[in-house]
């Protein structure tokens, strides 16, 4: 959960990790959303 924290930061990184984890897309997407 803290490397969400992390990727919220930069949504750059948050890219990045999105395309590395398969599940954790949706739930990045949403904590970016919001």
Same mark, same amino acid.
């Given at each position: 959960? #803290? $490397?969400?924290?992390?990727? %919220?930061?930069?949504?750059? #990184?948050?890219?990045?990790?999105?395309?590395?984890?398969?599940?954790? %897309?949706?739930? $990045?997407? %949403?904590?970016?959303?919001?």
């Amino acid at each position: 959960m #803290a $490397v969400s924290h992390r990727t %919220i930061r930069t949504p750059q #990184a948050d890219l990045r990790l999105s395309q590395s984890s398969g599940p954790g %897309i949706p739930l $990045v997407l %949403i904590h970016g959303s919001g």
